[in-house]
């Protein structure tokens, strides 16, 4: 039956244009749509897993609750009623007994690198300006085994911290803010009002804000010399060789440890949640452009149905079967998916190339200056798919309806 | 083979009305029948029900001993497809495709396009449309059109050709043209012809005339 629906489809021109028309526009827009948010959250997650630790050790949190109380003051007692149920809790600053982790990490297999850190929120100052600062000291070598910072300095290396004592690396977004260059001094105010006078060794850029504007690194040892914290750290930052792996790692870590223990997804579970709803819109959105498709190729169908019912009589005369029928109309269906799917793909392709020569430099989140669009075959397979399903799923009631046409009605009703 | 027709019923509608009240008839191979009576006397009807299109109330309709009833649809539209032709009284010819192209429709169902090729251009050279074969049936007179539908009935060599008023919408040259094929048909190929018609002259070409009145053989 493609002979005759191709014969069909060609004998209709105008309606075909429209139709293809609408199948490409709709898959164009899920390719470009998905192109650019998959290319954003790509973006987003590259930087998420190697700019930080893919599993963070943090000092445990204790939160009091009633039972925890029960159990420990009145171990005897059957019920207890509060007039005021107990709150509260208890946040240790530092990570307790650290050995303990580092000889397990070296242990664990899944482990690729790990580096403790003393993270403390501080204050840098320069000529007058004053701008809050997130202060990470680090163990400098294996801090660049961690993570990925040294593939976004800007200026000098990271490895530079370790030259010599009181130096500091700064995000490009903080160094701005303080209207500070490479190789200026700038001043670190703890918690105490203590300044401490550091160096800046170098600048780095992740692409990410909440980086690049609070972040400042420094030598491990420097870091517990302005927060008086000898020998303590906060954190430990963990690189593994699979971050797929990450939560799975954490939970089971978390059960032996009293340290909180969180993978890179669940620190930012946040983020990802709106990346989930992006897609729950970016979806609804396609399959809105795509319904409206459908409805089209849908009506047109049953259109022709009704202008065709004689034709479908005198193919039954001729020996075609129900099935045959339904077989014609339902092929025009997938003639409008495949073509129309195969050109969305192609057009889609093209668009998302050209949207990537348009200068963005006011997007903080653009490479280059330019937007990052996921060219992920996946999203074309999927657009070739979406554009098929819906023609498909559009043109099978048409197509059963035809097949369901008793060629006597028609006959006798000539 | 032959056709044979046991005691079929047809009836229409909610109550039910009776147009084909009991028939039986049998009808050899290679006769040529013509079916005539009133207006609304059932002449289509019966056709229909004898060519497969259409199922009896009640009744058989038996092909060389094999109940139309007892086959599969699949059998029966292949049945159709194979043996049966039909022409019709309007030519009924799909306006998309050419002439050639709506000869050869039969064939498309069974993949044998290529083999019928060339007695599809035999028949139409035939019937004098050799120059007409690219035409669209918008571009062909109506004489011209009832010939083609009559090519496509034959096509696939059927043996029974059931024409329903064939000459309805022709005029008298063009219907006796499309007469003088009939009979050529069952004169030099055999073929067992059934003709409804309400035109005395042209039941009288027949070997064997039908005549029906309220449902029912007069």
Not at chain 1, 399 to 407: D, E, Q
């Amino acid at each position: 039956m493609w002979f005759l629906a191709i014969r069909y489809i060609l004998a209709r021109k105008r309606q075909t244009f429209l139709i293809l028309l609408g199948v490409i526009l709709g898959t164009i827009a899920y390719i470009s749509i998905s192109g650019i948010m998959s290319g954003f959250q790509s973006y987003i997650i590259e930087h998420l897993v190697n700019n930080d630790a893919h599993i963070r050790v943090t000092p445990g949190e204790r939160f009091v609750i009633e039972r925890s109380l029960e159990q420990t003051d009145y171990p005897e007692a059957a019920h207890v009623f509060w007039t005021t149920p107990p709150s509260g809790g208890y946040f240790n600053p530092r990570i307790s007994s650290p050995q303990r982790w580092f000889h397990f990490l070296e242990k664990e297999e899944d482990v690729a690198a790990f580096t403790p850190q003393l993270i403390r929120d501080v204050s840098l100052k320069r000529t007058g300006i004053s701008k809050p600062a997130r202060l990470i000291g680090t163990d400098i070598l294996k801090q660049t085994k961690v993570t990925s910072i040294e593939n976004f300095m800007i200026d000098g290396h990271f490895e530079e911290l370790g030259k010599g004592k009181n130096r500091l690396i700064l995000g490009a977004g903080l160094l701005k803010k303080l209207g500070a260059n490479p190789d200026d001094a700038v001043f670190i105010i703890n918690k105490q009002n203590e300044s401490f006078p550091f160096q800046i060794a170098g600048v780095f850029r992740t692409g990410v804000s909440g980086i690049d504007d609070n972040n400042a690194f420094t030598a491990l040892a420097d870091a517990q010399l302005v927060q008086h914290a000898s020998n303590e750290i906060s954190d430990i930052a963990i690189r593994l060789k699979d971050p797929a792996k990450a939560r799975d790692r954490a939970s089971r870590w978390g059960l032996l440890f009293s340290e909180k223990v969180q993978s890179w997804d669940q620190i930012n579970a946040n983020l990802l949640a709106i990346f989930n709803l992006q897609h729950l819109i970016g979806a609804l959105m396609i399959a809105a452009v795509l319904a409206i498709t459908g409805f089209g190729i849908y009506n047109t169908l049953f259109m022709l149905i009704s202008n065709k019912r004689q034709e479908i009589a005198i193919l039954r005369s001729l020996g075609y079967d129900s099935r045959e029928i339904g077989r014609l109309f339902l092929f025009q269906g997938l003639f409008f998916g495949l073509i129309g799917g195969l050109l969305g793909c192609v057009l889609g392709y093209v668009t998302c190339r050209y949207v990537q020569t348009i200068p963005m430099e006011s997007l903080r989140v653009a490479q280059y200056g330019r937007l990052i669009i996921s060219f992920s075959p996946v999203i074309y397979a999927k657009g070739f798919l979406v554009a098929l399903f819906s023609c498909v799923t559009a043109s099978t009631l048409p197509a059963m309806a035809a097949g369901r046409l008793a060629p006597m009605e028609v006959i006798r009703n000539e | 083979m032959s056709l044979v027709l046991e005691n079929v019923m047809k009836s229409f509608g909610k109550p039910p009305a009776e147009v084909i009240r009991g028939i039986s008839l049998a009808i050899e191979d290679g006769e040529f029948v013509s079916i005539c009576g009133r207006s609304g006397s059932g002449k289509s009807t019966i056709l229909y029900l004898m060519s497969t299109l259409d199922i009896p109330t009640s009744g058989s309709v038996i092909y060389s001993g094999t109940n139309v009833h007892s086959m599969t649809q699949r059998e029966v539209h292949v049945f159709r497809n194979d043996k049966i032709g039909f022409v019709f009284q309007f030519h009924y010819l799909l306006p998309d495709l050419n002439v050639l192209e709506n000869v050869l429709m039969p064939a498309f169902k069974r993949n044998l396009v290529r083999q019928k090729r060339s007695y599809a251009l035999d028949l139409l050279t035939r019937f004098g449309l050799q120059d007409r074969i690219r035409r669209y049936p918008s571009q062909i007179s109506g004489g011209e059109r009832q010939r083609v539908a009559i090519a496509r009935a034959l096509i696939m060599q059927p043996l029974y050709l059931f024409a329903d008023e064939p000459t309805g919408s022709l005029d008298s040259v063009n219907g006796d043209n499309v007469m003088g094929i009939l009979c050529e048909l069952n004169a030099k190929l055999k073929m067992t012809v059934i003709m409804v018609t309400h035109e005395p002259d042209y039941a009288n070409l027949a070997g064997r005339q039908i005549r029906l009145a309220d449902g029912k053989v007069v």
